[in-house]
């Protein structure tokens, strides 16, 4: 175990990511040195340049120095050489450049001349300059200095991280089906589109648990309606899917849409559960039904009263919901846009040059998550009044706790299916996230395993991509690629954005194949499901750097493209358009293991070192590493018809091998029951 100590600056405001409360330690925080430092301020607007002193946090970075960490990010595993900043934004085009996702995830490890980990509790904006300003220097810089400093050492990362992970608490649990394949798109109309997907599935033996819903199915997309003329009878529409082994997963947005008579708005509005200006009025911004109110999530019985709401569909046979739009995501707020039509109708120039074409643009583009408007609003927090810019990270995390401690009561014994867009370290106790509006791009294939190991230093198990990618149309060749890996991935969920190409598998030519792609997830249920389970009662990680389990071994810690899938396998999966193959280290000798379904496996003992594998497009190839086993069934058409009994082995060549099996019925809240604990044996 590492040893944690904690060091309060300022006044710290509880955010909810820790589970135990530590006392404050006294004296200089060990590794991060506060300095001030002067610096330039240069401004677009202001002619004179003028020195400001900046207060930072930093630790001085040596040659051979990594840092992993951060969840939810862009660029590599190793996050050094980037600068950083936890602000929870909607941001559709995931590229290098950019320095936010919807996640703030303040959690990060340093290693190499000295190994130790850091995690700052902090809900407003956070400057995490990891080398970029200089390359020797990490550089930590808060809005403002209330904040608590966790500072973790003491063994290896991964003993670092599970002591971390002790300290947040024990990740979200879904339902066993949850781990079965789901298909979604933005742009499913009506009840009828949907059983002609689930069709397109069973018809075509691709096996199918769940389909999501996405803001098509609401009532002029107000939040916990159901649009009747496109879903008659939504409870015997979900009993019919039921009966088909679907799960519908429906979306919840933040914003409460403004309209008389609906029953969210009225009942927020006349309670005062809405986010309220500086007047004390409730703040309006807008999202896709136009003029909304943001839910004080943040405010305790708030957040009771918005979590109650999902009971409703509860009721109609709903077991599983994604949280989107919650960073809170505004395209734009009341106020702002009169000002900028105002704006707009005084340029009086019908001919624009490129400065007012610029200014122009900037004004119309600075409409969409300003943060003007982020500090415009307030939130009741304990009796204060906070503005919301010092706490926003916190929102999506308050809209999937509110989601998540209702169910609690709601549905006491039996799991909820439940991720989030937006997230916060603690959130992952109520559910998990997916990694947002990706893009099918060959790039956001490797983008999604990078993303892997970091979120789950951060808590974040459930987890996974839009397979195939979101925006951009896909090609035939990267959906399979891309469902390669997330054959690994705990949610494994094809999505699509409105307007790009259709991306069902059964749109394509090689149904067959993708038949037997999306088996093999099924067909390696046995081990998937135990692995995440004993990742998620020992809080330890489900996907693994290979820098994390080979530190000594130097090729080894520079791999950014292979990861260890829980104790027993590496995965290696092909990311570049056309090639035939790729390069695969192995840090020590493994069993290679090449199928195309559950029937057909072929297996080679390979030495350690380099080597280039052959992967057809039809194939999933991973390793298997020195002792270790790996059970697995046939493949079945959805989780349910997984048998829990006839178990087949795959394992490394040698004798005397041991695996933990974890079995339960995958809804109860049973979880320790040592009955869930078989161990199975190669003798
Ligand atoms: O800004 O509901 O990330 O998965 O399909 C777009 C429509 C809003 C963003 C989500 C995406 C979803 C989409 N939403």
Redesign the pocket.
Known sequence: MSKIRRYSIGTFMDTGAVISKLPKETGEIPYLKRIQRMELKKSDKEPQEEMVQRDEMVYHLSFQDRIYGLGENVRGINKRGWLYESNCT?DPNHTESKHSLYGAHNFFVVDGRETFGVFLDYPGKLILDMGYGQMDEIRIVPQDWNLDVYILEGGSILEIVKSFRKLIGRSYIPPKWAFGYGQSR?GYQSAAEIREVVKGYRENGIPLDAVYL??DYMEGFKDFTIDKERFPDFPKFAEEMRKEHIHLVP?IDAGVKIEEGYEVYEEGKKNGYFCKDQEGKEFVGAVWPGKVHFPDVLNKEARKWFGQKYQGLLEQGIEGFWN??NEP?IFYSEKNLEQVLKKIKSMKSRNMDMWEVFAFRDIVNGLANNPKDYSSFYHEIEGKKICHDKVHNLYGFGMTRAAGEAFEELEPEKRILLFS?ASYIGMHRYGGVWM??NQSWWSHLLLNLKMLPSLNMCGFLYTGADLGG?GSDVTEDLLLRWLALGIFTPLMRN?S?LGTREQECYRFTQTEVFRNLIGIRYGLMPYLYSEYMKAALKDEMLFMPLAFVYPEDAHAREVEDQLLVGESIMIAPVYTQNAGGRYVYLPEPMKLVRLKDMEHIETEVLEQGHYYIEISLEEVVFFIRPGKIVPYTKAEQYVKEIPAEELRLMHFEAEGLEYELYQDDGFEKDYENPEHFKRLGVK
């Open positions: 909607d933005w996405d803001i979306i989107d739009m995501a867009r947002g509006d979101f999505h954005a």
